[in-house]
């Protein structure tokens, strides 16, 4: 099972994307994700990091278009991911 390392930029507070962001966690793991690690840069908390396990890239493009409308109004600006996919080894 991959790692994935999601980074992206919130245009709101961090307090209301990560309020969303855990209300989510049934359906996270309900879709095969490992949370491993999510929160922000020291200095940016604009800044959003998410580590986790994933069962493929497609199975995070999938819940990310199953949950568009909750990503959007967390405040995540769209288009500002990056994604580093790591091997499981």
Same mark, same amino acid.
């Given at each position: 099972?991959?790692? =994935?390392?999601?980074?992206?930029?919130?245009?709101?507070?961090?307090?209301?994307?990560?309020? =969303?962001?855990?209300?989510?966690?049934?359906?996270?793991?309900?879709?095969?994700?490992?949370?491993?690690?999510?929160?922000?840069?020291?200095?940016?908390?604009?800044?959003?990091?998410?580590?986790?396990?994933?069962?493929?890239?497609?199975?995070?493009?999938?819940?990310?278009?199953?949950?568009?409308?909750? =990503?959007?109004?967390?405040?995540?600006?769209?288009?500002?991911?990056? =994604?580093?996919?790591?091997?499981?080894?």
């Amino acid at each position: 099972m991959p790692v =994935i390392f999601f980074k992206a930029t919130i245009e709101k507070p961090y307090e209301h994307w990560v309020e =969303i962001f855990d209300g989510h966690r049934e359906a996270q793991e309900a879709a095969g994700f490992g949370l491993l690690y999510r929160g922000h840069e020291v200095e940016d908390p604009t800044s959003i990091r998410v580590v986790f396990s994933a069962p493929s890239v497609e199975a995070l493009q999938q819940f990310m278009q199953e949950q568009a409308g909750d =990503i959007a109004d967390s405040g995540h600006v769209l288009g500002s991911e990056e =994604i580093v996919v790591c091997s499981d080894m």
